[in-house]
């Protein structure tokens, strides 16, 4: 598959004023770099956030552990594999440049063709309300993500190395989430055209798991069903493309892509 240069993928705001690569990025199950940048002045969480995304959860950086040690043994295996996201997370101050919130945006550097319904590569697709957020800064101070808790409504795809039932709740992650410094400045870290789920909103998902030996996912693709009305998550080709469409229609083609699924690495 032909790389997009990485030139392209900003020009969009290179007259905004973006600084300088604040890290080297990791590459995720569906082959894309995540390049982060660092804007401070002029962008807003919500003028950057995907076109049907829900607000960031919210972190506090100095907030003591509040889990047992076993769920932070297991956080800890989750947040090793993206060590080095971004240069150390520190306090900026109350303000920066003037602006007591700022953004540090990141772009997806693509290579290879994006799925929009990628069943083959996700451990389970399932249709699921989103019942909690939280957001998290990595213990090293190089990573920020959100938990998402989600109430199973419908098993799509079952996860063959683990037994869903309907009505359980599951934690599912995705990169990006606001963090508010002692200072009381606010800083949002978000993905360019992702978008974060919505707590009280369906959504069907498309989840992998980042390590064999923990139950939490990793949201890789979502859509909300809204009014009968299917949404994507995420901006851009192919997967905006089912934005509006019936929520049967949609189910339907689903079903067939899951029938007809072929294994990651399969004839």
Do not use: C
């Not at 401070?40 to 552990?65: D, F, Q, V, W």
């Amino acid at each position: 598959m032909k790389k997009i240069p990485t030139k392209s993928l900003l020009t969009p705001i290179a007259v905004i004023g973006i600084a300088a690569f604040a890290g080297i990025g990791i590459f995720h199950a569906n082959g894309t770099q995540v390049v982060p940048l660092q804007n401070t002045k002029g962008l807003t969480a919500a003028k950057m956030a995907s076109k049907h995304s829900g607000a960031p959860p919210m972190a506090e950086l100095e907030s003591g552990p509040t889990e047992t040690m076993e769920a932070q043994s297991r956080r800890q295996l989750r947040e090793s594999r993206n060590k080095g996201f971004y240069a150390e997370i520190k306090d900026p101050g109350k303000e920066v440049e003037g602006e007591a919130e700022t953004l540090t945006l990141s772009f997806l550097n693509i290579s290879g063709e994006l799925e929009a319904l990628p069943v083959a590569s996700s451990n389970a697709v399932l249709i699921g309300t989103v019942k909690d957020a939280k957001a998290f800064v990595s213990q090293d101070h190089t990573y920020v993500y959100s938990d998402f808790t989600i109430a199973i409504d419908t098993i799509i795809k079952p996860d063959s190395g683990r037994a869903l039932t309907l009505n359980e709740q599951i934690v599912a992650s995705r990169t990006g989430g606001s963090v508010r410094f002692p200072s009381g400045h606010i800083t949002h870290f978000m993905i360019h055209g992702q978008g974060l789920p919505e707590v009280g909103s369906r959504y069907v998902l498309f989840l992998w798991k980042p390590h064999p030996q923990i139950n939490e996912y990793q949201i890789d693709r979502a859509y909300q069903i809204k009014n009968g009305r299917i949404q994507s998550l995420d901006d851009g080709k192919p997967f905006s493309g089912f934005d509006d469409m019936d929520v049967l229609a949609f189910l339907g083609q689903l079903e067939t892509a899951v029938a007809n699924q072929v294994p990651k690495g399969g004839q």
